[in-house]
């Protein structure tokens, strides 16, 4: 239980930093009034407010939130916000039942966008940085 409240809050703080660090991020929540809520089906949960660019949280539940990610339980919860391979996660919590979205699924689509900017920036390899193409079609013509 405690793993899970700390994620939630430590999730909040995360939010914060991308919006004060990221112009991409800030850009993204400019303009956006919505309040969403992450929960137990305990009753065990986290709000979070996105008003006038600024990202807020408090522990508790909100009465009228636009979405809420409830999980059964709060080890279930930990395991699917804190796996590495994230969305599959989510789905396979969907799939198990683990996981229920309730609310405006709308708002959840841009909640996901909101935690693209969470993930680490792409590691480009080495053969990917180079400036010089070969255009497929040359090396086709090449082979006639």
């Known amino acids: 239980m405690i793993k899970f409240k700390f994620l939630l809050w430590a999730f909040a703080q995360l939010l914060k930093r991308q919006v004060k660090n990221n112009p991409a991020c800030a ?17 065990v949960g986290r709000n ?4 006038q660019g600024r990202i807020s949280s408090a522990a508790g539940l909100a009465a009228n939130p636009a979405f809420t990610l409830s999980f059964r339980s709060a080890r ?10 994230s969305q599959a996660a989510f789905l396979r919590g969907l799939g198990s ?8 699924f709308q ?3 841009w909640f996901q966008g909101l935690t693209a900017f969470l993930q680490p920036p792409r590691v480009v390899a080495p ?10 079609t040359s090396v086709v013509e090449q082979d006639k």
Do not use: C, N
Not at 27 to 43: D, N
């Open 107 to 109: 708002e959840v689509m």
């Open 127 to 136: 053969y990917d940085r180079t400036a010089f193409q070969v255009p497929v």
């Open 76 to 85: 279930a919860g930990y395991k699917i916000l804190s796996a590495k391979d």
């Open 27 to 43: 850009q993204y929540v400019r303009g956006k009034h919505m309040l969403f809520q992450i929960r137990t089906a305990s009753g």
């Open 97 to 104: 039942a683990d996981l229920a979205i309730s609310g405006d």
């Open 48 to 51: 979070y407010t996105v008003h």
